[in-house]
């Protein structure tokens, strides 16, 4: 973990790294996770949480998970080699060697959390990488993968391994682009409500809670009211 500190995130990013990382709360169902999202809703942000707080825990706790971050878009160049291994992006890192000693030990206890980002920037790869995270990396490790919700696709590679949705943005980028898009009514959830006003009986985030507001507030969910 570089950079010194706490990643900067809101409190539901804090919230869901801390349930992912609980797995008595879950039940053991996220003990293997993929993190899925449309873009700026915070996949990348909430690996920066889980490393940190796992990290932290870490200190306190020999039993917790050691964190590693990886970019599977650097398991690219591997797959052209026909072998895959996560292990081998750590061993080339330029660590000091008491470290990479503690995580070979931690590796061999099966005690590594494998954050890995960016699964949907694969491309012709995907299915390959997605396959050995959950067949083969997840059996010695533990892994939360991120991919983006449009190119979340072969979802039967994920059966064994639980899913969470980020439906909500970023404070920062509802600031930036949210605001914008829901006055002008351009946000695409927009059209699936309108489309099929039933989803408005099931908002649960606070986006699809704006976008029910501001379609009643500007009347076009009058003649849909029933």
């Given at each position: ?95 000091p060697e008491e470290q990479h000693a ?125």
């Amino acid at each position: 973990l570089r950079g010194g500190g706490a990643p900067r995130g809101d409190d539901a990013l804090h919230d869901t790294a801390a349930i992912l990382l609980d797995e008595e709360a879950t039940g053991g169902k996220l003990h293997n996770a993929v993190v899925i999202g449309p873009p700026r809703s915070g996949r990348s942000s909430l690996l920066r949480q889980l490393c940190y707080m796992a990290a932290v825990a870490g200190q306190d706790s020999r039993e917790s998970p050691v964190p590693v971050l990886i970019n599977l878009e650097s398991l690219v160049a591997q797959c052209d080699e026909g072998e895959l291994d996560a292990m081998a992006l750590v061993k080339a890192r330029d660590l000091p060697e008491e470290q990479h000693a503690m995580l070979r030990e931690a590796f061999d206890r099966q005690e590594i959390l494998f954050l890995c980002d960016n699964l949907d920037r694969c491309g012709q790869h995907y299915k390959t990488i997605a396959s050995y995270l959950v067949n083969t990396l997840s059996t010695t490790a533990r892994i939360v993968v991120t991919a983006g919700l449009a190119r979340f696709k072969h979802q039967h590679l994920f059966a064994r391994v639980g899913v969470v949705q980020l439906d909500v943005l970023s404070p920062d980028v509802q600031r930036k682009t949210g605001r914008a898009r829901l006055s002008s009514g351009k946000h695409e959830g927009f059209e699936k409500i309108l489309a099929k006003p039933a989803v408005g009986l099931f908002a649960t985030t606070p986006l699809t809670l704006c976008m029910v507001i501001e379609l009643y507030s500007s009347g076009k969910m009058e003649e849909k009211r029933s």
